[in-house]
Each structure stands twice: as structure tokens, then as C-alpha cells.
């Protein structure tokens, strides 16, 4: 099978002040990607927008709350879509110098941590990320072959593609956003917007998961790893 893995990420610049990081990986078979898309551009034609409104959690609101529950419902009624989430946690204790890296090494770092759990060497798999800056070609390509040296796959046929896109042109990338706001809104702990504290209720629920916890590795439909950075022995 070939499947198509779509990511998006929240809080994750390195002096922006959040205690966390969120990176979320919306995956599914890519023969029906095209179906997909489809039926996210008809959920928002259905709330009175345009098919090339882009999905975003920061456009959350309560006037416009019924569209996102509905995409978070599609996301949950389609057996075919799948999430994982990396919740990174305590971000103002990480200390670089002390691993040889900066702050952008250790966010591919947290990629290949959401992505090899996701990966199968019986399977092929075409990863998207949203486009984070002009000078992320050399890092996206590091972490295919980190990614590739992990399951032995020298050949490099497991992982066919790993690229950057713009999330107005891609819907997958855009639900990735609205699941990985979600998380990231309560594990941030606020409560200052009613139509997204909605949507984390309604994910709550339909996850049946609290959602500020590890889940069991083997979860499929809505998994989350809660990452912790290693304090150095005093």
C-alpha cells in the first residue's frame, strides 16, 4: 500500500514563548487522497465558503465553529484517515549547546519521532510537511535519509518523496492544522476561546481520549506521544 502522510506543526519556533511544541501527521492510502479532498472542499461549500477557504486553527471562532466541528467529525466517520501527534512539553528547558545542535536540528529531531512510528517496511510512503521557511530543503532531505537509515532502507524505496508544500493549496495539510490546534490549545492549558474550547470537547469525545496523554503505541486512529527533554545529571 501507498500511503500519503500530511504534517503540519504549532508553537514551533524556538523564542515564541510557548512552554510547548505540537507536531500532528494527518496519514491516508494516497488512491484516495483526491476523494478526500473532495469532501473537505464539499464540507466547506456546505457552510457557505469558498471550495479555496484554507482551514486554519487560528480562524477558529464561534460564528464559524460548525464548519470545523464538521471537518472533525468527517476525520472521525472516515476510516481511512489517521493522526498521530507529538506533544513536546517544557520547551524553555531545552538546552541545545549541551547536544551539539540548535533549535531547528531538534525540531527535524521531533519529526522522525511523530514519523517512524507511522512508517512500515512493507508499505511506501509519500510525506508532505507545510513549508516553514526558504532554507528548509537540505533539513527535509537529512531526516528522508535518517528516516530511511532507521527501517535499513538504503535503497531509499520506502520513503518515495519527502517535500515541502503551501497549506492553502493542500486540504490534508490544512485538517492536519485544525487536529493539531486542537491539541495544542489544551495542552497549553487556555481557555480564552469558545469555539475552540468546543472543538476540543468534541475531540475529547469522539477520541474518548483526554488528549494531554500518552496513548498505546498501536493506536491508530488518534495517536499521541508526549516527549519530554532529557535534563543533564547535576
Given at each position: 500500500m501507498n500511503y500519503s502522510i500530511?504534517?503540519?506543526e504549532s508553537c514551533h519556533l524556538e523564542g515564541d514563548h510557548h512552554p510547548i511544541m505540537v507536531l500532528g501527521a494527518v496519514w491516508c492510502p494516497t488512491s484516495l487522497?483526491?476523494?478526500i479532498f473532495n469532501r473537505i472542499r464539499e464540507i466547506k461549500i456546505r457552510n457557505g465558503l469558498s471550495r479555496e477557504f484554507e482551514v486554519k486553527?487560528?480562524?477558529?471562532?464561534?460564528s464559524k465553529n460548525q464548519i470545523y466541528r464538521d471537518l472533525l467529525d468527517y476525520f472521525f466517520d472516515d476510516d481511512h484517515l489517521h493522526f498521530r501527534c507529538l506533544v513536546a512539553e517544557n520547551k524553555y528547558n531545552l538546552q541545545h549547546t549541551l547536544f551539539g545542535q540548535d533549535h531547528d536540528t531538534w525540531y527535524y529531531k521531533m519529526y522522525f519521532n511523530l514519523l517512524k512510528v507511522i512508517l512500515s517496511p512493507h508499505d511506501t510512503f509519500r510525506i508532505y510537511l507545510d513549508i516553514k521557511d526558504t532554507r528548509s530543503e537540505s533539513k527535509v532531505a537529512k531526516l528522508r535519509d535518517v528516516l530511511s537509515n532507521n527501517m535499513y532502507d538504503f535503497q531509499r524505496r520506502i520513503i518515495?518523496?519527502?517535500?515541502?508544500?503551501r497549506s492553502h493549496e493542500v486540504e490534508l495539510i490544512q485538517l492536519a492544522d485544525l487536529l493539531t490546534g486542537t491539541i495544542s490549545y489544551l495542552n497549553r492549558g487556555i481557555s480564552t476561546n469558545e469555539g475552540k474550547l468546543a472543538l476540543v470537547t468534541r475531540m475529547q469525545e469522539r477520541s474518548g481520549y483526554q488528549l494531554t496523554q500518552t496513548t498505546l503505541l498501536?493506536?491508530?486512529k488518534l495517536n499521541l506521544f508526549k516527549w519530554k527533554p532529557v535534563l543533564p545529571k547535576s
Open positions: 500530511y504534517c503540519d487522497t483526491r476523494a486553527w487560528t480562524k477558529v471562532s464561534p518515495e518523496r519527502i517535500q515541502t508544500v498501536k493506536e491508530e
